[in-house]
């Protein structure tokens, strides 16, 4: 093979692989399904689409000098002559006005702006800038999905793009979730990779609590306020079930109370308040809190939810982790069978374990299918209320039997090795009504329905500041409506303790 061979041979190679890369992102993305009714669910937009491949790239062989050939002529609509397509870049770029999206100005020239699209993924967002090369687009998308959870965009936040002076690359590329959150690729000059940047600017946080008393029902009461987002109803409204039986014991005059906080930049409040609390009182139901628990610095904790002042978890629909313990040893997705050793789909998630580690049910269902084959071992497969089948392979043994109801976290069966495996693991997997594989490590699932040891004490700590902060809220609150004082300047709550 000559040298330019061999360096085309790499690059077509490269680009395969990357376009491979892509597009089975994409199909695992495209099997995102929000839980019903879960406040983080909502986040999780269904991509309908996928990206179009690309149709622009002319074929392999026309490398090899097949000119003559009619086939290999590329009809004039479907390759741009070099000359026309940088005429184009060019034009794109002095064109600043062109399709930007968003009503902020350009800081200088040859900025593009877009936004996340309803219900497309961040590919098809980038794909709809004018002049974006389906290469760069792909560039970009690997550089940050490892740095930030491209799973839970949001359509209309805003992500901007500089290209490069030949138009083909990108130079730079700032997505900013929010107005004070911004990550940022920049193209490194030595290396020619581009580097990923974070900026958090610092904000204020301030604290309201929305009130009210019932007149129907607590969400219509929570539906006629306009300081109260869908999000927060929905969010209050699944809390508040688990502890109180709005259909039986409801009355009017019942109250509720929400504790919010909002982040301040420059006087500027940013959308997305964080709700702490929410309590509803009546004469039936009684007092109910709410507490929001936040599991040390991770965010992404499966403990990190409401719970009662108890530690009792209050959501709804949360599947429950099928172990114990959480140790991944093969996620969701394209990989190298162990076994095979061939490319396949897993369509699960391996939790390790030794051989007899508890397995519990999901959710709530009846038992389908208790059998044994070659390939899955000894399995179980339970049947949901929401059409959802849950299935758990390779056990040692199982516990229950064809048509038995089952409890949430209930025992069914113990870890095992038994099936087409190179050791003792649960392969836990969640099909959909429809029949297809959803990635349960995208689900909502809590660890435990109740908080003990560490934790608790953590969570006891964190709402014992919840009730100073709902006290000292009141307080304000009140002081602004008796004197009428309007919104208050930046620093106004400066005097009070930080937030935990
Ligand atoms: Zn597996």
């Known amino acids: 093979m000559s040298q330019g061979k061999r ?135 690997n550089a940050i999905r490892f740095k930030v959870d491209l799973r839970i965009l949001k359509a209309g936040e805003d992500f901007k793009i500089r290209f490069s002076k030949d138009g083909l690359k990108i130079d730079e590329f700032i997505y900013s979730p929010d107005i004070v959150t911004h990550y940022g690729l920049k193209r490194d000059k030595k290396s020619g990779k581009l580097l990923f940047l974070e900026t958090l600017l610092p904000t204020e946080k301030r604290y309201r609590i929305i009130k009210g008393e019932i007149t129907t029902s607590l969400n219509q009461a929570l539906i006629e306020r306009e300081d109260v987002t869908g999000t927060i109803r929905a969010v209050t409204n699944n809390v508040l079930e688990c502890v109180v039986n709005f259909r039986r014991n409801a009355r009017k005059g019942d109250t509720y109370q929400i504790l919010l906080q909002d982040r301040y930049y420059k006087g500027k409040k940013i959308p997305g308040a964080a709700m702490l609390y929410t309590a509803y009182e009546g004469r039936r139901t009684g007092l109910h809190e709410a507490f ?28 429950r982790l099928p172990v114990d313990r959480v140790h991944i040893t093969s996620p969701f997705g394209w990989r190298i069978h162990p076994v095979t050793g061939r490319k396949a789909f897993h369509a699960g998630v391996d939790y390790g374990g030794p051989t007899g580690t508890p397995i519990y049910a999901a959710a709530k269902g009846t038992v389908i299918d208790v059998s044994q084959d070659r390939y899955s071992g000894k399995k179980v497969i339970l049947s949901h209320a929401d059409r959802t089948k849950t299935y758990y392979l390779h056990l040692s043994r199982q516990l229950v039997k064809v048509g038995d109801s089952i409890k949430p976290r209930q025992q069914i069966a113990k870890m095992g090795r038994t099936g087409r495996v190179t050791g003792p693991h649960l392969h836990f997997g969640i099909k959909s009504g429809a029949g297809k594989w959803l990635n349960p490590l995208k689900k909502h699932m809590i660890a435990t329905p109740k908080l003990k040891g560490k934790r608790m004490k953590l969570f006891s700590k964190q709402a014992k500041h919840i009730r100073w902060r709902l006290k000292h809220t009141k307080e304000i609150q009140l002081i602004n409506n008796l004197f009428n004082e309007g919104p208050q300047p930046e620093g106004f709550y400066k005097n009070l303790p930080e937030d935990f």
């Open 7 to 141: 360096v085309v041979f790499v690059f077509i190679a490269i680009f395969i692989g990357v376009v491979a890369l892509f597009i089975a992102q994409t199909l695992d993305d495209k099997t995102i399904t929000p839980l019903p009714s879960s406040p983080e669910g909502e986040k999780n937009l269904p991509l309908k689409k996928a990206v179009s491949p690309p149709q622009k790239e002319k074929p392999i062989e026309q490398a090899s000098g097949k000119e003559n050939e009619i086939e290999s002529i590329p009809a004039p609509d479907e390759i741009e002559q070099p000359q026309e397509k940088e005429k184009k870049q060019e034009k794109l770029q002095q064109k600043e006005s062109l399709p930007i999206t968003s009503k902020e100005k350009a800081p200088k020239d040859g900025w593009f702006y877009g936004k996340i699209l309803p219900h497309k993924g961040f590919g098809e967002a980038l794909m709809a800038i004018p002049g974006m090369q389906l290469l760069a687009a792909m560039e970009i998308t």
């Open 292 to 319: 929001k628990y936040i599991d040390g610095d991770d965010p992404k904790s499966a403990f990190s939810a409401f719970y009662t002042l108890d530690g009792k978890a209050l959501i709804p629909n949360a599947l």
